[in-house]
């Protein structure tokens, strides 16, 4: 690892410009291991006061430094958005719940094998390089929104459930603002090094999260073995039913883009509907008409398929999938 | 390189630290807690659990700067005051929870903090809890029963359901 100077932040104003930012570490410092990330300045942000859980409006405000574990364990989180808590329990371990961030699980790297191997091309790691990925071992990549420059996924757990949510990202800078999770990270285009819409100088403070929804709220994730693995699909569902009808549905899917993948055509198909076979099969078609995929990620979309059928079955209590 | 003071099992300890040692180096080679293992360094295998103001963390992914003034407990700090081995300890040679013995620090300091959490814990749970915790030797039914029997269950009764 490249030698670098620690600074332990005092206060939000106490972070100088370029260094970078270090939370709970569990993502930054396997990169910086690795050499993908070698900053000359790291600032420790986690012993910080943005740990807290308050009411916020008719929701909560999730601090950006609450740490994973306390974020699944929090009875208010667990009674109205356990969606949250079981895709946050669906990641990493417990040792790296305890360590890793709120804001520091929006903000994690891809899982890419070509972004970790310095000895390949990638444009989100070296810009203009290319992408080694493209006609390579493309296992665990993206089916939708990629471009020629870059397939790699999103890999993250809880950001696929705060979309679903409908939950908003605080920024602290020179421009403060909110920006809803669904919108937070970019699709590659040709720029894929930009991962979302945090400009340089600026600091995830909080997620908000509205209002709860009333109805069921589910999280599946499937992956290559039971635990401790990544997704390679995974859905969020949030649906309300009154009088055996959907009137609300809220779908996000991980594993499968750079960001959280929603796709309002779809949802909307499900609204004043009575849940059945035909309706999921239709609206899984719906999701997935604009995906791609190469020879390597081929089988993740009957893998969502499946997985988004056997999500919304048990989420509005149609037999759970045999 | 500045000193970095913490509290580990219980002493407070002072050693030489540069921004990028990890804490398990800081342990090893600083303090000369050698309990403590290396065995992936990318945070995977668990072999280098310790726990930090009473949680379990991968060692091997903190800096030691980052948990400066922290109260740190390593498998050192696991035995009894009398030097006989604690509960979690004495559970795993009873049920055979370890061959080589490799991973079986990070194993009983994740147990520990599972169980100070969850005190009579379901074999799901366990397995759950222990997710972060690779053995190469075991596996893991031995250790699962030892994890239930330090908790005062009857491990072979639940096995045999
Ligand atoms: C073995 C392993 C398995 C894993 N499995 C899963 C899994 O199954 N599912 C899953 O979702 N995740 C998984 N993870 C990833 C884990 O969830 C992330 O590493 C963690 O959430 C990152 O949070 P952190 O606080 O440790 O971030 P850090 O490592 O501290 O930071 C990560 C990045 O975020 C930036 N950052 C941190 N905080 C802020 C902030 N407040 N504002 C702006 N930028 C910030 C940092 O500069 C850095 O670039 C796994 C990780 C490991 C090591
Ligand atoms: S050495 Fe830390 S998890 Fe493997
Ligand atoms: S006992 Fe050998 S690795 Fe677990």
Redesign the interface.
């Known amino acids: ?6 600074h ?1 932040a005092q206060s939000l104003r106490d972070i100088p410009d370029g260094a970078t930012i ?1 939370a709970g ?2 993502n930054l ?2 990169l ?2 690795h050499e993908i990330a070698t900053p000359n300045t ?1 600032v ?1 942000i ?1 012993h910080l006061d943005l740990n807290r859980i308050e009411p916020e409006a008719d929701g909560l405000r999730i601090g950006a430094l609450v740490r994973n ?1 306390d974020l699944a364990a929090d009875p208010v989180i667990r009674r109205d958005y356990p969606v949250l808590s079981r895709a946050l ?1 669906a990641g ?5 719940r ?2 890793a961030t709120t804001g520091g699980n929006l903000m994690q790297r891809t899982r890419c094998p070509y972004f970790y191997d310095l000895r390949t091309q990638c444009n989100k790691r070296a810009p203009g390089t290319g992408c080694a990925a493209m006609g390579g071992v493309i296992r665990n990549h993206a089916i939708f929104g990629a471009s020629p420059d870059c397939v790699a996924t999103y890999p993250g757990d809880m950001a696929v459930a705060l979309s679903a949510l409908g939950a908003e990202v605080e920024i602290a800078g020179p421009d403060p603002r909110r920006v809803p999770v669904a919108d937070f990270h970019l699709l590659p285009g040709n720029t894929p090094h930009v991962e979302t819409r945090l400009r340089p100088g600026e600091i995830i403070t909080a997620v908000i999260l509205p209002a709860p929804v009333t109805g069921e709220q589910r999280y599946r994730k499937v992956r290559d073995r039971a ?2 693995a990544f997704a390679l699909v995974s859905v969020a569902a949030v649906i309300t039913m009154v009088d055996g009808r959907i009137t609300r549905a809220a779908l996000a899917c991980g594993g499968v883009a750079a960001k959280p993948w929603r796709d309002p055509e779809c949802e909307a198909a499900l609204v004043g509907r009575e849940p059945s076979d035909a309706l999921f099969e239709q609206a899984a078609s719906l999701m997935l008409r604009s995906a791609s995929s190469q020879e390597g990620n081929a089988f993740k979309i009957p893998l969502l398929r499946r997985t988004l059928i056997a999500t919304l079955r048990d989420a509005t209590g149609l037999e759970p999938a045999p | 390189m500045t000193n970095v003071t913490m509290t580990v099992n219980g002493k407070s300890v002072s050693a030489p630290a ?3 040692t ?1 804490l398990v180096e800081y342990l090893r080679t600083g303090l000369g807690l050698t309990g403590t293992h290396v065995g992936c ?4 295998c ?1 072999a280098c ?1 310790v726990h930090v103001d009473g ?4 060692s091997c ?3 030691a ?2 948990v ?1 003034g922290s109260d740190v407990r390593t498998i050192e700090g696991m035995a009894n005051a009398d030097g006989s081995l604690g509960v979690v300890q004495q559970a795993f040679q009873d049920h055979h929870g370890l061959q080589c013995g490799f991973c079986t620090p990070g194993m009983v300091m ?1 147990t520990a ?2 169980l100070a959490e969850n005190p009579r814990p379901s074999e799901a749970e366990v ?3 222990l ?3 690779i053995c190469r030797c075991t596996g893991y039914h031995n250790i699962v029963k030892a994890v239930l029997a330090a908790s005062g269950q009857d491990a072979d009764a639940i096995a045999a359901q």
Not at chain 1, 92 to 96: F, M, R, V
């Open positions: 690892m490249k030698p670098f100077a620690y332990r270090i570490g569990t410092l396997d910086m291991k790291l420790d986690s574990s329990l990493a371990s417990g040792q790296l305890n360590m635990s401790f | 540069e921004g990028r990890l360094d990318t945070s995977q668990g659990v949680r379990a963390v991968k992914t903190v800096f700067m980052d400066e994740t903090a599972l397995r759950h809890g997710e972060g915790n």
